[in-house]
């Protein structure tokens, strides 16, 4: 049996992948340079592009700050 929160928590990486590719995309950012300004990993910006994990509030909340966007976009 499914719950809840797991089909919640596959929504939002869903989101959160599509939504990081391609707003980096979009302000010309490549995943090494987001990385580096983010303090991670870029295979963790890899990561999470590909859904196989969700940032932390953490990070989320310094890529939303490079990246100018809230953290709900």
Do not use: H
């Not at 989101?15 to 707003?23: V, Y």
């Not at 995943?31 to 994990?53: C, H, M, P």
Request: charged content about 25%; aromatic content about 6%; some cysteine.
């Amino acid at each position: 049996m499914e719950r809840t929160g797991d089909r919640a928590w596959c929504r939002m990486a869903i989101s959160i992948r599509t939504s990081l590719q391609q707003i980096r995309n979009a302000r010309g950012f490549s995943a090494a340079e987001l990385a580096r300004q983010a303090g991670v990993s870029r295979q963790t910006i890899y990561s999470i592009e590909d859904g196989s994990f969700v940032p932390n509030t953490a990070v989320a909340l310094r890529l939303a700050s490079i990246l100018d966007v809230k953290v709900e976009q």
